[in-house]
Structure formats: C-alpha cells, structure tokens
T-cell receptor, first 114, second 115 residues
Framework: AQSVSQHNHHVILSEAASLELGCNYS??????LFWYVQYPGQHLQLLLK??????LVKGIKGFEAEFIKSKFSFNLRKPSVQWSDTAEYFC????????????FGSGTQLTVLP | DAGITQSPRHKVTETGTPVTLRCHQT?????MYWYRQDPGHGLRLIHY???????DKGEVSDGYSVSRSKTEDFLLTLESATSSQTSVYFC??????????????FGEGSWLTVV
C-alpha cells in the first residue's frame, strides 16, 4: 500500500521568507504526485502535479515542487511567501493499481506572519 | 470549477440516525470518490465509484455505504451515525478517462456533526 509522509505539521514563517515543505512517499514504482492547498473553511485546490518529464514542476501562485525519485520525495517550495499563503498544504500520490484514487499525507499547516 | 455540488453543506444529526450526503456532478466523469477529512489524518478515502452501480471500498469504509444509480450522482450513507463520524466529507471526481494519474478535483465539502 502507498503511504505519504509530511514531516512538518505546522510551519510558521514571516512574509518574504522562503518556504520548503517536505513530502515523502513509500511506493517504489511509477507514481503521480500532487500538492493541494486548502484555505481556511474551503475545499482543496490543486497547486501543481507531476506525471512525468521535467522533475521540477511549476504550479499556481508561484509554487514549485521537485520530484527526486532516488529520495522518494516531492518537496514544495516558494521563494517568498505572502500572508495570503496561510493555509494547509497536502501532498498526495497516485500509483498504478490504485483505482485512480489519491493517498494523502496528513497535511502541513503554514502560517505566514505579516 | 469542476462542476461538483455537495449537499447538504452543513448538518447536525443525532447518534443513531441515518444520514445521506449527496454529490452531484454536471459532467459525465466516470470516477467519483468520497473522502473524509480529520485533523492529523489528512484526507482518507471512504468509497469510490468507477461507473454506475460500480463501487468499491476505500481505507475507512466501515459504517458507510454508497450508491451510484446515475452517472452524475454519488450518494454516501451513514446507516446509523456515530460521534466518530463527525467530520468534513469531500466528494471528488477524476477528470480523466485513461491511465491513473488524471487529476482529481474536490467539491466544497459537507460538514457533519453527530451529537
């Protein structure tokens, strides 16, 4: 079975600081990777996704993520965070045989201080 | 907007009562899912459907049943609600038709409180 680990449960940053949120997954085969964001009281929105090709993927709102197969990682980055980035961030994986469902990490709450 | 509507959006119910949550999509996407979200657990799959009358269990299916009699509707039923089922429930659809990895989009959620 697949599993996803997000080691940072709560991250607090000041505006303009750089962000990196860790995500590691357990499945050893071909995977598709996603980052979702959930603003307070809202549903999950897709930030970015990796299916194949360039391991550095760019998403919306200035976010990017790098897939490192050898480390089973898909870390989310942003060079300079804003107060409006305060939200919860979820990493998810979808692999073969998983009936097209997603397995999620437990989430990282990001708080950006003005 | 992936055209997903969940109802009700908020509900308070008593322990032991049945509850049905509805997910409606405006397009004919084949795959639909029900997830629950709880603090510290992220989102966990309850049930999913890969077509009319075709459903299967997810990670946390105990206490839940689903039905899909039409492509556009996917119903989640709590036969006898318990306090442990207090949660936020998200319906999701897979916009793709082919290999795994097609992008999944979520509805706005249904907040259920069991008292």
């Amino acid at each position: 079975a697949q599993s996803v680990s997000q080691h940072n449960h709560h991250v607090i940053l000041s505006e303009a600081a750089s962000l990196e949120l860790g995500c590691n997954y357990s499945y050893g085969g071909t995977v598709n990777l996603f980052w979702y964001v959930q603003y307070p009281g809202q549903h999950l929105q897709l930030l970015l996704k990796y299916f194949s090709g360039d391991p550095l993927v760019k998403g919306i709102k200035g976010f990017e993520a790098e897939f490192i197969k050898s480390k089973f990682s898909f870390n989310l980055r942003k060079p300079s965070v804003q107060w409006s980035d305060t939200a919860e961030y979820f990493c998810a994986v979808n692999g073969p045989g998983s009936a097209r469902q997603l397995t999620f990490g437990s989430g990282t709450q990001l708080t950006v201080l003005p | 907007d992936a055209g997903i509507t969940q109802s009700p959006r908020h509900k308070v119910t008593e322990t032991g009562t049945p509850v049905t949550l509805r997910c409606h999509q405006t397009e004919n996407h084949r795959y639909m899912y029900w997830y629950r979200q709880d603090p510290g657990h992220g989102l966990r799959l309850i049930h999913y459907s890969y077509g009319v009358k075709d459903t299967d269990k997810g990670e946390v299916s105990d206490g839940y049943s689903v039905s899909r009699s039409k492509t556009e509707d996917f119903l989640l039923t709590l036969e006898s609600a318990t306090s442990s089922q207090t949660s936020v429930y998200f319906c999701a659809i897979n916009l793709g038709t082919g290999a795994p990895g097609n992008t999944i989009y979520f509805g706005e959620g249904s907040w259920l409180t069991v008292v």
